[in-house]
């Protein structure tokens, strides 16, 4: 491949190396969820349900309608294929990778050493107490470990009790694991009760470590700047620098340059370019494709911002806004509610991007009835709020709500 890339090839092949413009499976099982989990690298959970927990919408967009108990069953399972841990943000990752975190425990512990966190010095005896129960009674979530006189519960989730963050530090730490997940709550579990013995105690210096994981970013992006690249894993640009050098010089990524971006573009040797893709996905906001904003600009020329914790009256586009990739580009933004009380799945708004084709809602509405049909759901209802709305209502054959209900 020449060392220069089109920004239209580069779309492609960060596509591709994401799973997209492969055919779909007719069905999908254990297998086809292992291989889209080993090429994604991990799946970002949150704990957002508007419409779906985020971490079902990638393999959805990827594969198509699936039995959701099956990815439960690997993901989410005391002794399953995959653990949790702090690798993009809260995410799964394949259970053998979980070693290769230890340099970033490390760097949390050393955090709160420096730091000289008050709470930690305050409740070493509240840290001791939980080894104890987790050692005694075994996996628990934070909910059903008994609460003494000195720890009581306050309230909303965000209200975090002693009980709770003291978990979460041992947990960022590597001192508790996950155990998996039940109501998504997270079960909490000493390394011991869980993790195979040798996976426990295996250390990977932090340089091995590093490179490993930019291996493994560089694969699942295809093509990508050092930022790109160091984000997939939260590294930092110190680390990543030097672990992307050593790539090139192992000729596993080599330098391209890509018309329009002002840093220099990483190749992997795996990266495949297709003449086109054909696909048509409802994103998660929490997808790899788009979770890293300055490349989907880049990329897309798509700027993406998720108003979930923007107030109501300064939206621009709703809640929980799905981008919507029709091909090779970024045609529009979709806000979805799933209101499982009636049965059906609520159209919010919807955008459409300055350059889509006219007809992108002869697109859209067959993944929007997939999904509904996915989800158990009957009718779409779609609100006159948004460029798009009133042609995907039209699509649909269904009458436009008022923006107002």
């Not at 990543?240 to 992997?268: C, I, N, Q």
């Not at 911002?305 to 586009?317: D, F, G, L, N, S």
């Amino acid at each position: 491949m020449a060392d220069s890339v089109s920004p239209a090839s580069a779309r492609r092949i960060a596509l591709a190396a994401q799973g997209f413009g492969r055919p779909r499976p007719e069905v999908v099982g254990t297998r086809q969820l292992n291989l889209l989990i080993e090429r994604l690298g991990l799946l970002q959970l949150d704990s957002v349900n508007v419409l779906e927990r985020s971490h079902y919408l990638p393999v959805f967009a990827r594969l198509g309608a699936y039995d959701k108990t099956l990815l439960d069953r690997l993901t989410f399972a005391r002794r399953g294929p995959y653990r949790e841990y702090w690798a993009h943000e809260a995410a799964l990752i394949p259970l053998e990778h979980w070693p290769l975190f230890r340099f970033r425990m490390q760097d949390y512990r050393d955090y709160f050493e420096r730091s000289g966190d008050p709470w930690l010095a305050a409740h070493a005896d509240t840290l001791g107490w939980l080894r104890s129960e987790l050692a005694e009674k075994g996996p628990l979530p934070a909910s059903k470990i008994e609460r003494d006189a000195s720890a009581p519960r306050r309230g909303s989730w965000w209200e975090w009790d002693e009980v709770k963050r003291g978990l979460e530090r041992m947990f960022r730490v590597g001192e508790v694991v996950s155990a998996g997940r039940s109501g998504f709550e997270r079960t909490y579990a000493l390394p011991e009760q869980v993790m195979p013995a040798e996976l426990s105690a295996r250390e990977v210096p932090r340089e091995e470590a590093v490179h490993a994981l930019m291996e493994r970013s560089a694969r699942a992006h295809g093509i990508g700047t050092l930022s790109d690249l160091a984000d997939y894993y939260r590294l930092k640009n110190a680390d990543a620098k030097p672990a992307l050098e050593r790539l090139v010089d192992e000729s596993v990524v080599r330098r391209v340059t890509v018309p329009g971006w002002t840093k220099p573009a990483y190749l992997h040797r795996e990266a495949r370019i297709p003449r086109r893709i054909e696909a048509t996905a409802l994103l998660s906001p929490f997808d790899p494709v788009v979770w890293e904003r300055e490349r989907a600009l880049r990329l897309f020329g798509f700027h993406y911002r998720i108003e979930i914790y923007t107030p109501a009256p300064k939206r621009v586009y709703g809640y929980y806004t799905l981008p919507v990739l029709v091909d090779d580009a970024l045609v529009g933004r979709i806000d979805l509610k799933n209101d499982r009380k009636r049965g059906v799945l609520r159209v919010q708004s919807a955008w459409r991007e300055q350059g889509a084709p006219d007809a992108v809602a002869e697109r859209i509405v067959p993944a929007l009835r997939e999904l509904a049909a996915w989800q158990g759901l009957g009718e779409l209802e779609v609100v006159d709020r948004g460029d798009l709305a009133r042609a995907v209502a039209a699509e649909a054959g269904v009458a436009l709500l008022p923006a107002s209900a």
